[in-house]
């Protein structure tokens, strides 16, 4: 007995639930009056007969009164008129000291300032004004080669001027 009781009352929620539509597009189109329906026309002879038109109806005197949301304008694009500069187009990179052996890089950055070997880790610490440098070089079959490079800037957190730090190192390259 109570499992039929459960099952009609679930029904009847199910059918409540199906119909009660409150989104924007669908408001409440399963329950409105006769009234709407009568306004409809399914086919206007006069102009296209092949094409159905639906009207709207402006009666909504049974639904509470919400404001549609209006649409955002879009954004337009334009292209870019201007030639645009990219400063530093050859820009300087670290990355191109990776694979260098231990003699190259002395011969081309000089002596470093300080030097750390541990096993098969070796670190040239290099100072300029702008920042320091950390070369890390691995041993691989009896030469040492540049595996990292890291920069820093020269006082204890402080910020670094990358342009100004990397401007020095080329200098110091050329």
């Known amino acids: 007995m109570k499992s039929i009781l459960i ?34 026309e399914l086919l206007d002879k006069k102009n296209k007969p092949s094409k159905f038109i639906v ?6 005197s049974e639904m509470a009164p919400i404001e549609i949301p209006k649409q955002k304008e879009t954004v337009k694009k334009l292209a870019l008129k201007k030639q645009v500069k990219i400063p530093n187009a050859n820009k300087f990179s670290l990355e191109k000291f990776i694979n260098w052996n231990e003699e190259k890089l002395v011969k081309k950055l000089g002596k470093s300032h300080f030097v750390k ?21 691995l041993k691989k079959n009896r030469i040492y080669l540049v595996n990292y490079i890291e920069k820093r800037p020269t006082k204890l957190n402080g910020k ?15």
């Open 55 to 60: 009207e709207k109806s402006t009666n909504n």
């Open 160 to 174: 670094i001027n990358i342009n100004a730090c990397y401007k020095e190192i080329n200098q110091k390259l050329n």
């Open 7 to 40: 099952k009609i009352i679930f029904g009847f929620c199910t059918v409540i639930f199906m119909n009660a539509c409150h989104t924007y597009k669908h408001q409440n189109i399963f329950i409105q009056n006769n009234k709407k329906n009568s306004k409809v």
């Open 117 to 137: 070997e541990e096993g098969k880790l070796k670190n040239y610490q290099y100072h300029f004004k702008e920042c320091f440098i950390d070369v890390f070089l």
